[in-house]
Nanobody, 114 residues
């Protein structure tokens, strides 16, 4: 079982930056993949970025070059540094972890104003 808690969402002006963090807890010592999904109103949930326990990362094409994912395996945490934010990045961002199944946090709102 894994519990995930996100933090760091907020309001930022277009072109600005924001950093998100997620802490995992539970009776799991190793997590295979960790990453971030997002969902905007009226749109489907999409994968933003993910990273394996070995450090391999994958990004959605829309965020490549602007977002950076990192993780601390020992602390079971994953981070998302978001730079050059655009209004279309506005969404609820959900932390996820994959270990014998998929788990999601409650989400944190990111709003980017024009």
């Amino acid at each position: 079982q894994v519990q995930l808690v996100e933090s760091g969402g907020g309001l930022v002006q277009a072109g600005g930056s924001l950093s998100l963090s997620c802490a995992a807890s539970g009776s799991v010592f190793s997590i295979n993949n960790m990453g971030w999904f997002r969902q905007a109103p009226g749109k489907q949930r999409e994968l933003v970025a993910e990273m394996t326990s070995g450090g391999n990362s994958n990004y959605a094409g829309s965020v490549k070059g602007r977002f950076t994912i990192s993780r601390d395996n020992a602390k079971k945490m994953v981070f998302l540094q978001m730079n050059s934010l655009k209004p279309e990045d506005t969404a609820v961002y959900y932390c996820y972890a994959r270990v014998r199944g998929d788990y999601w946090g409650q989400g944190t709102q990111v709003t980017v104003s024009s």
